[in-house]
């Protein structure tokens, strides 16, 4: 199984970005993106069960919007009112109903004050 994820890059902060995330296979009961910033943990950002349910990290309730297609098996994040903070690398997760996580390459995003 291969994530491919897309969609960061450049911005300025109160601007907006989208990320995409589609595996190359498999069934899975949860999607969603991790983030880490420079000498800080990876942390959740934000995840989507197969039934539609989401969870999101606090600092970024109300300004991203995750969403997920079963049939393509796709997972895109919507980015807006993105503030300097926010600035990571972004990493699409997958999760099977064993259990087993599967990891994109990452996509960096910054955003510039």
Do not use: H
Request: net charge positive.
């Amino acid at each position: 199984v291969q994530l491919q994820a897309s969609g960061g890059g450049l911005v300025q902060a109160g601007g907006s970005l989208r990320l995409s995330c589609t595996a190359s296979a498999g069934i899975f009961n949860l999607m969603g993106w991790y983030r880490q910033a420079p000498g800080k943990q990876r942390e959740l950002v934000a995840r989507v069960e197969s039934s539609g349910n989401t969870v999101y990290v606090n600092s970024v309730k109300g300004r991203f919007t995750i969403s997920r297609d079963n049939a393509k098996n796709t997972v895109n994040l919507q980015m807006n009112s993105l503030k300097s903070e926010d600035t990571a690398v972004y990493f699409c997760n997958a999760r099977d109903r064993f259990g087993v996580d599967f990891w994109g390459q990452g996509t960096e995003v910054t955003v510039s004050s």
